[in-house]
């Protein structure tokens, strides 16, 4: 787990001379070093802040996987059993629909 609050800072000084390519590890360790100094800046600022919220695991989920949109799909499926004209749900409600208009006749 990566801990934004207290980042590793890679030290410049030591590398080793006989390493190959010397300057090029020297810019990337100088660009991560800034990169951990930034995000270090934004997510101490983001704790500090009297209106700061955590978010839940939940809340960084696909919707798809969130237990608010289950369940709301299971309620959409569950409606939608009486609109399946092949349903007993449907065949019972359209017979009781059928019953009630005939008798006021």
Known sequence: MIDFLN????DVDAIP???????????????MNEQNERLWMFFTEMVEDPDHKRMSAE???????????KKRQ???????????VK?????????AFLKEEFEGQ
Request: charged share 40%; net charge positive.
């Open 74 to 84: 299971e309620r959409e499926q569950k409606a939608r059993a009486i609109d399946d």
């Open 59 to 69: 809340a960084v989920k696909p919707r798809q996987h969130r237990k608010k949109f």
């Open 7 to 10: 980042p590793n800072y890679y």
């Open 87 to 95: 349903s007993e749900a449907f065949e019972a409600g359209y017979k």
């Open 17 to 31: 001379d006989d390493v190959p390519n010397k300057p090029l590890l020297i810019e990337l360790y100088n660009r």
